[in-house]
């Protein structure tokens, strides 16, 4: 189902644009919150620890990839107006490339700068070996976490999931 957002009432549009986003944001923290009380209750307090202090270097991660597909999702949004369907797949395309290079390289060099990276930010050794350990997972999930938000940005520039390329 396609929807014209171009035509009919701007606020309704808007709120039914925003509810999913804020249901997604809201459960997303409920997650971290669950997350936390797991870790926390079942694995003990030093994981808990390193999952704290690797929190912000997984949050940037995250926003970096969000960011990018956004900016990507703003293009597609911009060709899918115009009515330029072939623009709008080579948007979709060139997306994808640019994620299986930016995947590799974030990957990659995550996997190397872990260490040295919890340590400028004055992780304690205690923890250490753990949130290197957690952060690496988090690399290692970059490219799944890039292409599911590369293909959510590319259905919501659309309107929806009908006559998706």
């Known amino acids: 189902m396609t929807k014209d957002m171009t035509e009919g009432s701007i606020v309704r549009h808007l709120i039914t ?63 899918f107006g115009a009515k330029q369907e072939d623009m709008v797949k080579k948007e979709m395309a060139t997306t994808a490339v640019f994620g299986v290079y930016f995947s590799v390289i974030v990957v990659l060099l995550g996997i190397l700068v872990t260490k040295p990276l919890l340590r400028a930010l004055y992780v304690p050794e205690e923890i250490l070996e753990t949130a290197a350990s957690y952060l690496r997972i988090i690399f290692l999930g970059a490219p799944f976490t890039f292409f599911y938000n590369a293909v959510a940005s590319a259905l919501k520039s659309r309107g929806g999931f009908k006559d998706a390329p």
């Open 17 to 79: 644009y925003t509810i999913p986003l804020i249901l997604g944001n809201l459960f997303q923290l409920t997650y971290n919150a669950v997350d936390s009380i797991i870790v926390g209750r079942f694995i003990g307090k030093e994981a808990l620890a390193a999952v704290g202090t690797a929190s912000p270097v997984m949050n940037i991660i995250i926003l970096g990839i969000s960011g990018i597909c956004i900016g990507a999702s703003v293009l597609m949004s911009g060709f």
